[in-house]
């Protein structure tokens, strides 16, 4: 829809005289005499400068044109569909514009271009006449406004004008409302012509009011357009402030005039009713020229942003275009007409690019609130409104809606209301839009209503409900009357309704094609008031796991209307067992994620505090499961802010072996001599397998029961031989899903060890998560040095495993060197491991050192227990001898219950001054039974005897600071290790 109707008012200069407007077009430079008609033939025709007349038609003068190119009425050259409107084309022979329809054609005449040319020139047929060796119209078959001059030619008739509003077409010989004029691409009609938008944006720049640099607000006027001028050559957008009026319908259009692809949004402050802002938008790069109509809601002052839509704005000069001008167009109108809506008999259908078809009139007549409810809007509908006017010009009230979410419009002391149905902001082509309507009813105790959704396989109906109460309701699905689901809202946790005009709110997934039946019934002893239901059918996206391969899915969810305790899905079509890994990541505000089956059952969730949330899901058993997002809830008080900027979704999915109860899973593996066993085997949580690994003679060499999601193994294997792995679930219904990554490999090398030794070892390259691997047996203690060597910024982890344990017992990561050191190593069987944090391009250089030491432990044992009165100090001594250099030491110290609850626990040493102690506890309770520093980290550090000799008497001293009771010394102990 575009409107100039005042023009005549404004843009005088594309005004033409009345004469003129008989004639499509005609203007430009005068011709030279020869080639122009008699002066009295031009004055009944009225062909301006740059055309002339020929055969009764203008047709333009000679101009310095490309070829391909014709002069147009304003003297510029363009293409000819450019000059020619819709329904005529350009006859290069003839150099005019002609009727493109089909032609009926008298005998010895045929039809060609559009235009009956004589096909025996001296045999004309029936209702034409032979002038100058050509078939000339006869007067009863000339066009409207036209008759047969000199029986040569059709010509205009001086004294017949078109109506007011109208004016003759030459090449359709018909008057043609100036109003529904087409013109072609990148063209504008003004005035019943069609001139160059380029050109009209020039003319339309000459009249404007303001440009950007005044600073002056818009102020729309209902009797004349407003124009306004600016350019985005400083800056990505530029703002104007319009002053608005309530129920002032503008149509703004945004000219470029070396501006690429412009667009604009239109802002509105939030004082309409709620907090969210107003806002209306132009769907760009759908036109060179973006139009939008907008209906003011509220006395204002408004924003007007004027922006590009074109992703790039540093190549201008891509697009042919000298600046970043554009002029601007609002022209004010009159409240369009409203159409009928019987809301309760059928859905609203609509489409958002022309807002003004989106007025409707409704009569109330039930005694009941109205609840809309869009069943169906464009893809690229970001959100939308439903504006309730009580008259065309007079705003009431706003109601955000989205698909999927209803809104309740009061009706109470209102017999008529119109409605209003727009966009927010939308940025594509698909703004397509379906509005139903229910009224609001009572339900008393135990009553029920009922309502039929259509939806196909595959599709989610919301079970949701509105009510001015905050009683629940119990609903319950039924399809071909049996009862698919039933559902207590009291028992759901995303059934709390904090505001009792909020809509409580299920899922249920759709099986099959078909009409299902949802019934509400109040269970309560309390009449529900306003109940109605607000239930509707979407497709959320839909994952597919790959049955035998990693597969990996993105979606973007669009948060838009998300509010708290809204629930957005991504469904997940699991055909086998898996682990599925999922990442969640918004912009603002915070996420919390649930796994649900197609029963409503909770059977995963993951709350967050931050805009990224991942964690790992077991699909425990084939089916379909709702990844569910929303606000981060708790207590069911709505705890966050509303997610903005959409929800991003990745997730990995690992298909992974099933085991029902009973069953079991085995893998054999064929081994050399103290080959290595490694991997790792990850389950569900909550489920309890057995693993044994099994060596060639079928004798168990470990077993285990797994309680954790995760065993790692790293296992030396005693072959040769055929060794078997085996994993049983042993729960007594559950399925089991696992996935075992284990594999059998050679070591770089066996080192035994008996006494002090050294090695070193040149270590090829690894790629990221590759191991270099050493079998180690050291038979006797040891003071133990690994040192790996790295070139650059690669990182490298250096850890110990203990095969005793099953588990690492030293560890140490970094890069360009890494240090690992153990002042006491005891013997046992061990694999070093050297795994690769980033890719080792030139490998590494690995050096192990071990000194042999001798440990060293002493006890002074007291019986009866040894007696701290209150107030004093007790010492207890431990004699050491043949440790000439300490590196490692831990104290034991075991003190009875009933102590006193206020003790210092010092240690005195030979390295150590006479009067110097090391406190090894302060102010605890005299019930002490602990390890230093292996289970209690002490008070001061024991560095100081490190490296030193520990030959002489070590004295444990206890002071007792209680006035009132005692405390007791049973025994404590010294382990050293000693490098002698």
């Known amino acids: 829809m575009t409107r100039h109707s005042f023009w005549n008012l404004v843009l005088s200069g594309l ?59 304003a003297g510029h050259c363009e293409q000819p569909e450019i000059f020619c409107g819709e329904g005529s084309l350009y006859d ?56 047969l001059g000199d029986e040569t030619r059709c010509e205009l008739v001086e004294d017949e004008i078109c109506t007011q509003g109208t004016q003759f077409d030459v090449s359709s010989g018909q008057c043609v409302d100036l109003e529904a004029i087409e013109c072609g691409e990148n063209t504008v009609a003004s005035n019943g012509i069609c001139i160059p938008q380029r050109t009209f944006a020039d003319q339309l720049a000459a009249d404007a009011i303001i440009d950007h640099s005044d600073g002056e607000p818009i102020v729309p006027s209902s009797d004349s357009s407003f124009i306004f001028t600016g350019s985005l050559a400083d800056g990505p957008t530029q703002s104007f402030d319009l002053v608005g009026t309530e129920g002032q319908w503008l149509e703004i259009t945004i000219y470029p005039r070396g501006l690429p692809s412009p667009a604009f949004t239109l802002f509105g402050d939030d004082d309409f009713g709620d907090d969210a802002k107003w806002v209306r938008a132009t769907v760009a790069g759908l036109s060179n020229a973006p139009t939008r109509t907008v209906a003011i ?79 169906k809007l464009g893809a690229d509908v970001q959100s939308a409104t439903v504006e309730v006017w009580t008259t065309p010009s007079e705003f009431s009230e706003r109601h955000d809606v989205a698909a999927g979410r209803g809104s309740v419009i009061d009706t109470s002391d209102i017999s008529t209301l119109y409605l209003h149905f727009d966009a927010q902001r939308f940025t594509g082509p698909s703004t397509e839009f379906t509005l139903s309507a229910r009224g609001t009813e009572d339900l008393s105790p135990g009553d029920f209503t009922e309502e039929e959704i259509t939806a196909e396989a595959g599709e989610v109906i919301f079970i949701s409900h509105r009510s001015l109460d905050a009683t629940p309701v119990t609903s319950s699905v039924f399809l071909d009357g049996q009862r698919l689901r039933t559902i207590d809202p009291v028992l759901a946790e995303n059934q709390f309704s904090f505001n009792p005009e909020e809509s409580n709110r299920e899922f249920f997934y759709v099986p099959e094609d078909g009409t299902y039946l949802l019934e509400f019934q109040n269970n309560s002893s309390t009449t529900i008031n306003g109940f109605v239901s607000t239930s509707t059918v979407a497709n959320p996206p839909r994952y597919t796991l790959d049955e035998e391969e990693e597969s990996s899915f993105e979606a973007h969810i669009p948060a838009e ?91 990995v999915g690992d298909p992974v072996v099933s085991l029902e109860s009973g069953e079991r899973y085995e893998e054999t593996f064929d081994v050399d001599t103290f080959d290595l066993l490694t991997g790792s085997i990850s389950y569900h949580s909550g489920r309890a397998p057995d693993v044994r690994l099994l060596n060639p003679d079928d004798q168990i060499v470990f077993e285990m029961e797994s309680i954790d999601e995760h065993l790692n193994l790293s296992e030396v294997l005693p072959g040769p031989g055929e060794f078997t792995l085996q994993v049983d679930n042993t729960g007594a219904h559950a399925t089991l899903g696992f996935e075992a990554n284990v594999e059998a490999s050679t070591p770089v090398d066996i080192i035994d060890v008996d006494t002090d030794f050294s090695d070193s070892y040149d270590l090829e390259a690894l790629d990221e998560g590759q191991a270099h691997r050493f079998v180690f047996r050291p038979n006797t203690d040891l003071l133990l040095d690994l040192t790996a060597l790295l070139e650059g910024d690669e990182e490298l982890a250096l850890r110990i495993w203990d095969t005793d344990q099953r588990e690492i017992v030293h560890q140490a990561e970094g890069d360009d060197r890494v240090d690992l050191q153990i002042p006491r190593f005891t013997p046992g069987l061990y694999i070093i491991e050297l795994e690769g944090l980033t890719d080792i391009s030139a490998g590494a250089q690995f050096t192990i050192d071990g000194l042999e030491v001798m440990v060293l432990e002493v006890m002074n044992e007291h019986d009866p227990v040894l007696d701290i009165g209150t107030s004093s100090t007790g010492e207890s001594p431990i004699s050491v001898s043949d440790c000439s250099e300490l590196v490692d030491l831990s104290i034991g110290v075991v003190m009875p219950a009933g102590s006193s609850f206020s003790i210092d626990v010092n240690l005195r040493a030979p390295a150590l001054e006479d009067d110097e102690t090391i406190a090894l506890r302060q102010s605890t309770s005299g019930n002490l039974t602990t390890v230093y520093p292996d289970e209690t980290a002490p008070s001061e550090s024991l560095d100081p005897l490190f490296g030193e000799s520990a030959n002489g008497v070590w004295w444990l001293e206890v002071v007792n600071n209680s006035s009132f009771s005692s405390a007791e010394l049973e025994s404590w102990t010294l382990s050293l290790t000693c490098l002698n």
Request: with cysteine.
């Open 15 to 73: 005004l033409i005289s009345t004469l003129g407007l008989v004639l499509t077009a005609c203007g430009g430079e005068e011709e030279e005499e020869e080639d122009v008609e008699s002066e009295e033939e031009q004055s009944v025709v009225g062909c301006g400068e740059s055309t002339t007349l020929a055969d009764g038609v203008r047709i333009p003068v000679e101009h310095d044109c490309d070829d391909d190119e014709i002069v147009t009425p």
């Open 92 to 147: 290069v022979e003839a150099e005019r514009c002609v009727s493109a329809a089909d032609v009926a054609c008298g005998e010895g005449t045929h039809a060609e271009d559009g235009l009956c040319r004589v096909t025996d020139p001296l045999r004309c047929g029936p209702g034409t006449v032979l002038a100058d060796e050509t078939c000339m119209l006869e007067e009863d078959i000339c066009g409207p406004g036209t008759e």
């Open 297 to 375: 809601p509220a006395d204002g002052t408004y924003e007007l942003s004027i922006e590009t839509s074109i992703s790039n704005l540093e190549n201008a000069e891509d697009f042919g275009e000298e600046s970043w001008e554009y002029v601007g167009l609002i022209e004010a109108f009159s409240a369009p007409d409203a159409g009928p809506w019987d809301l309760f008999e059928e859905p609203l259908h609509g489409d958002l690019l022309d807002a003004t078809d989106n007025l409707v009139e409704i009569d109330v007549s039930a005694e009941s609130d109205i609840v809309i409810t869009p069943t």
């Open 561 to 651: 209307n998300l509010d708290q305790g809204d629930w957005r899905f991504v469904l997940i079509d699991a055909p086998t067992t898996a682990f599925i890994d999922v990442e969640i990541s918004v912009e603002e505000g915070e996420p919390e994620a649930s796994i649900f089956d197609t029963d409503g059952n909770m059977v995963a969730t993951e709350s967050t505090f931050s805009t990224t949330n991942s964690f790992e899901f077991s699909v425990t058993s084939p089916g379909v499961y709702f990844l569910a997002i929303r606000p981060y809830v708790t207590n069911g008080i709505f705890g966050s802010p509303p997610i903005s900027g959409g929800i991003d979704v990745e997730m």
